[in-house]
C-alpha cells in the first residue's frame, strides 16, 4: 500500500497550490479520501474529504470556499486545490484512506505560505 503526496511547496499570500495524491496497493474506489495538515506544533486537522464515489466532499470551515478535493478512480489519485492560500495554510499536508476496516496515510508534503 501506497500514498505519495507532491505538490507541496512554497506558496504566496493569496496564490495557489494543487496538492496531488497517488494511491497503489489497495481498492482506491472503495476508499474514502481525505486530505489532513499539520502545523507547527498543532495537532493534525482534517482538511477535506472526498466519498468513494466522489458523490459527497466536505471541508473544514477554515478552508471553505476556497479550497477543492476532487478523486480520479480510474487513475487512483485525489486532488487538493487550494486557492487563496494565508499563512494559516502552511503545515504538513497528509493523504489519508479510510475504509471501516483499514486507514493509509502518506508520508506527507510540506506547504509553505510566504510572500
Known amino acids: 500500500v501506497q500514498l505519495v503526496e507532491s505538490g507541496g511547496g512554497l506558496g504566496q499570500p493569496g496564490g495557489s497550490l494543487r496538492l496531488s495524491c497517488a494511491a497503489s496497493g489497495f481498492n482506491f474506489s472503495s476508499y474514502v479520501m481525505s486530505w489532513y495538515r499539520q502545523a507547527p506544533g498543532k495537532e493534525r486537522e482534517l482538511v477535506a474529504f472526498?466519498?468513494?464515489?466522489?458523490?459527497?466532499?466536505d471541508y473544514a470551515d477554515s478552508v471553505k470556499g476556497r479550497f477543492t478535493i476532487s478523486r480520479d478512480n480510474a487513475y487512483s489519485m485525489v486532488y487538493l486545490q487550494m486557492n487563496s492560500l494565508t499563512p494559516e495554510d502552511r503545515g504538513v499536508y497528509y493523504c489519508?484512506?479510510?475504509?471501516?476496516?483499514?486507514?493509509?496515510w502518506g508520508q506527507g508534503t510540506q506547504v509553505t505560505v510566504s510572500s
Open positions: 472526498i466519498a468513494s464515489t466522489g458523490g459527497s466532499t
Open positions: 489519508n484512506a479510510q475504509t471501516w476496516a483499514n486507514t493509509y
